[in-house]
């Protein structure tokens, strides 16, 4: 009997992450309807862009696209474009959209149109490094584009990346000048200082400062909740930059208690964690007998 497998080493491609800027303002000031049209609208305008270099989508995560292409260059060429599409959307109501690209370009593993690999991690951290209006790639890429366009980058900084022994050199591709450009690049280069997350759940207590968890239900979570309010993958933390942010995929809600303040109730909403508090899953945290995570920013 012969056995085949989906599962196979791909030449070197480009993995290019892109997500709409201030999705969650959008929700807020549109509605749900008008919002999630205007990021669908960036959504289809940045698919377009990737298939005419060449690429396919991978996914699509609420506002974000992840994305394959063929070359470095093919990759830095569609991260452009991205940009130049999404500024020339029509304002609504006089709010311009804007995404952040952030791509890596290496070896991938292909398996049932998904790809995994280092290649990947490394490109959702490019992803998570830039702001609004801004490409940010690392060295190892630049060094495979064409001699053109690695004229149009400049390095930025050399950050640790979960998982790699040293650290990434990290480079903005440059796509427009202008002062407000150079504050973006400046900006980027402070994001070195060191930031932790601690959790503390139960017994068990966790030390995030980098990449992201997942809270819920699920045995397979980073955290297990084992209250029934609780959605299987409830919600998520993960760094950006310098920052952590708590993201509600719930049904039921995400509850967040920070001491001296009224407690902040998410849904499909997301919130920066500061200080110290405790988040609740699906009711308050007031409660009795509630099961909570402790959460502690350092830095």
């Known amino acids: 009997m012969n056995l085949t497998t989906s599962t196979r080493p791909t030449s070197q491609l480009a993995v290019l992450f892109a997500d709409v800027v201030g999705s969650t303002r959008l929700y807020e000031n549109f509605g749900d309807d008008q919002a999630k049209q205007m990021i669908d609208e960036c959504l289809a305008a940045m698919e377009l862009v990737v298939k005419q270099y060449g690429g396919r989508v991978i996914k699509t995560i609420g506002d974000e696209i992840m994305c394959v292409l063929p070359s470095a260059d093919n990759g830095c060429l569609a991260a452009t474009d991205i940009h130049h599409k999404i500024m020339a959307l029509p304002m609504v109501s006089k709010v311009k959209r804007s995404v952040r690209v952030g791509f890596h370009f290496g070896p991938v593993i292909e398996e049932n149109n998904d790809v995994f690999g280092d290649t990947v991690n490394v490109a959702a951290r490019m992803a998570g490094l830039a702001k609004g209006m801004q490409i940010i790639t690392t060295g190892a890429t630049v060094a495979c584009l064409s001699p053109m366009l690695r004229l149009s980058t400049r390095n930025i900084a050399a950050l640790s990346v979960k998982g790699k022994g040293d650290d990434v050199e990290v480079s903005e591709v440059i796509w427009q000048g202008g002062e407000e450009l150079t504050m973006s690049t400046s900006s980027i280069a402070l994001n070195v200082k060191a930031v932790t997350l601690l959790l503390e759940h139960a017994t068990q207590s966790w030390e995030l400062d980098h990449g992201s968890v997942v809270l819920g239900r699920d ?79 350092r830095g």
């Not at 084992?226 to 039921?252: C, G, P, Y």
């Not at 920066?272 to 402790?294: K, P, Q, W």
């Open 219 to 297: 045995g397979q979570c980073n955290i297990v909740i084992s209250d029934r309010n609780a959605s299987r993958q409830h919600a998520r933390i993960e760094r950006r930059r310098d920052k952590f942010f708590l993201v509600d995929q719930s049904t039921n809600g995400t509850f967040v208690s920070i001491p001296n303040e009224p407690e902040v109730v998410l849904r499909r909403e997301e919130l920066m964690l500061r200080g110290t508090g405790r988040i609740g899953f699906g009711h308050s945290v007031d409660l009795a007998d509630t099961e909570t995570v402790t959460f502690t920013v």
